[in-house]
């Protein structure tokens, strides 16, 4: 069975302050990784995603992940984060087509 | 190109009743997959499907079904609604080969 572990459930920071986003996943198997955001009113968007090769990735708007095989991890980061970056972070996984267990979210808030 | 569309936006329904939510898939996907989102956690799957079949399902009850179309939209059932349905439910549309999903905005609903 897969399953995701986020370990941050709300984290508040001021703007320029870098980020980093725990997420743990259990899986046997080959598997793909997400990150989501939900900004405020707004439906969950893709943010960067984890297939194959290059295990350091890059998303939209300065975010990159790390997948670390052997720790089962695969972290979020931002050097330095806006105002704008206050929303809900989700962490996923993918060990079948289309089918994707999520961590239940951390909560950024950006202090301008 | 529009996006997914899910409808209606809001729902509310009262205990033992019966509602049905629609999702179109983004144009060219093919799979799509349902998900609860219940407040404070992440979205999690329901079932999805491919080919008018439903290919994958979560731990979710009976009560719980679906329908793809030939156009690909796809409808959630969920009867004898109880109060712990209250949620709000996403459709997310995939193309099989590829598993990054496109979400849509969500249906929000109450059960009373």
């Known amino acids: 069975a897969q399953s995701v572990s986020q370990h941050n459930h709300h984290v508040i920071l001021s703007e320029a302050a870098s980020l980093e986003l725990g997420c743990n996943y259990s899986?046997?198997?080959?598997?793909?990784l997400f990150w989501y955001v939900q900004y405020p009113g707004q439906h969950l968007q893709l943010l960067l995603k984890?297939?194959?090769?290059?295990?350091l990735v890059k998303g939209i708007k300065g975010f990159e992940a790390e997948f670390i095989k052997s720790k089962f991890s695969f972290n979020l980061r931002k050097p330095s984060v806006q105002w704008s970056d206050t929303a809900e972070y989700f962490c996923?996984?993918?060990?079948?087509?289309?089918?994707?267990?999520f961590g239940d979210g951390t909560t950024l808030t950006v202090k301008p | 190109d529009a996006g997914v569309t899910q409808s209606p936006t809001h729902l509310i329904k009262t205990r033992g009743q019966q509602v049905t939510l629609r999702c179109s898939p983004k144009s060219g996907h093919d799979t799509v997959s349902w998900y609860q989102q219940a407040l404070g956690q992440g979205p999690q799957f329901i079932f999805q499907?491919?080919?008018?079949?439903?290919?994958q399902r979560g731990n979710f009850p009976d009560r719980f079904s679906g329908h793809q179309f030939p156009n690909y939209s796809s409808e959630l059932n969920v009867n004898a609604l109880l109060l712990g349905d209250s949620a709000l439910y996403l459709c997310?549309?995939?193309?099989?080969?590829?598993?990054?999903?496109?979400f849509g905005p969500g249906t929000r609903l109450t059960v009373l």
């Open positions: 996923a996984v993918n060990g079948f087509a289309g089918k994707s267990t």
């Open positions: 984890y297939f194959s090769g290059d295990p």
């Open positions: 499907y491919y080919e008018e079949e439903e290919r």
């Open positions: 899986y046997g198997g080959t598997v793909n």
């Open positions: 997310a549309s995939s193309l099989t080969r590829n598993n990054e999903q496109f």
